[in-house]
């Protein structure tokens, strides 16, 4: 009698019970929805992080993070190479010859991270390889002599870079739904060459007006943007036996990841053709890196590490980057809060409803205790 009771007690006013359901409804969709768009956010950022930047676990001597100095090696290597890809939870172990130095090229001149690395086992462990950008070459994909692979912003600081339209790139443009530029305007710019992204950018703001121009600067600069491969870049940096070391590379790919200040800083050549200039042996690197089949192993994986390269620092990602460790807890706490704030709101509106419904029924509940229905029954209809 109580399930029927409650069944047509919630349809005897349909309007104000349907304003209720769409209320919450909607409410929980919307508090759902939202927590769904932040995770996911969370979760790229961390998982982009990992995947170029610092991987899920670091290995270094001791000593090497005080001053990122490079006489601070790992020895002999191979050999825990070979033991770490043996666990089952390891998908890629990337050796690497890490040494601040400097770039330089007859433009520009930029501190920057040296990144010596095995190339095959480098693209296991990152995705530098599949973060080329459209015309930039590729990630040593082309034998050459001492081949060198930088990021987009570093490129921009040290000039290898310029803006020019061609026909090609006014077809992509007209491809775009959100392109409503006046196009046959560009043609004034076609193959026209700019030194840098300031000259277009003015050129561009002269041509179409400030508002258009800021408007859809970002897809036509990305449509006109040039790299000049194959041009020199100098390294220099304190070798093992603490003097400067000088060496030139040609320049075979250009790089973009979700983080600018990342791009502006490391460059990649090949373990072999550093090793020898930085007057290091071949079985020696500053760091190993380890990417995991996911990042619910790396405490575990973490402690492995340690038992196979006792007395080497082991780091896990949250470890590496801190922020990104306390952006993904904050985050989790900040959705949390918010959750409770959306489902408090609906419990008030759900209670004052309940209220008015009880108050307008008490002389049907008196009633009902009337002819025998005692308190704790009549408390379940309500609530049910």
């Known amino acids: 009698m109580i399930w029927s009771i409650s069944w047509k007690n919630v349809w005897r006013n349909k309007i104000r019970s349907l304003v209720v359901i769409v209320a919450f409804t909607f409410g929980i969709f919307g508090g759902v929805y939202m927590v769904a768009v932040f995770v996911g956010m969370i979760d790229s950022r961390v998982k982009m992080a990992i995947g170029n930047e610092a991987s899920h676990i670091q290995v270094h001597h001791p000593s090497y993070l005080d001053n990122n100095e490079p006489k601070y090696t790992i020895d002999d290597y191979q050999k825990y190479v070979s033991q770490i890809e043996k666990l089952p939870e390891v998908k890629g172990v990337s ?31 990152t995705g530098i390889a599949e973060s080329m950008v459209e015309g930039g070459g590729s990630f040593f994909g082309e034998d050459g002599r001492k081949p060198i692979v930088i990021g987009e912003k570093l490129a921009k600081i040290l000039k290898l870079t310029y803006y020019k339209i061609t026909s090609e790139d006014l077809d992509r443009l007209s491809e775009k739904k959100k392109m409503h530029v006046d196009l046959p305007l560009l043609d004034s710019l076609r193959d026209k ?57 040609r320049v075979v790919g250009i790089y973009k990841t979700g983080n600018s200040a990342f791009d502006g800083l490391n460059l990649f050549v090949r373990m072999s053709d550093i090793a020898p200039v930085a ?20 405490d575990q994986v973490a402690e492995q590490v340690m038992e196979i390269m006792p007395g080497m620092d082991v780091q896990t990602w949250d470890e590496i980057m801190p922020e990104a460790g306390m952006y993904a807890s904050a985050m989790d706490f900040y959705l949390f809060v918010f959750m409770i704030i959306i489902l408090l709101a609906l419990g008030f509106g ?3 409803t309940m209220l ?16 025998g229905m005692n308190k704790k029954r009549v408390f379940s209809m309500i609530m049910l």
């Open 95 to 125: 050796p690497r010859i890490k040494i601040l130095g400097m770039a330089s090229t007859s433009g520009n001149a930029s501190g920057v991270m040296i990144n010596g690395v095995d190339v095959d086992r480098e693209k296991q462990v």
């Open 193 to 249: 060459q700019f030194r840098s992204e300031a000259d277009f950018e003015k050129a561009l703001t002269g041509l179409l007006g400030k508002s258009e121009a800021e408007k859809f600067a970002f897809h036509i600069k990305a449509a006109a943007i040039k790299y000049r491969l194959k041009r020199r870049i100098v390294l220099s940096f304190q070798s093992l036996d603490g003097n400067i070391a000088y060496d030139a590379f």
């Open 279 to 298: 007057s290091m042996q071949s079985n020696q690197v500053n760091q190993m890196a380890i990417l995991l089949s996911s990042v619910e192993y790396d």
């Open 350 to 352: 759900i209670v004052n």
């Open 356 to 371: 008015m419904a009880v108050l307008e029924r008490i002389k049907e509940l008196g009633m009902l205790m009337a002819i």
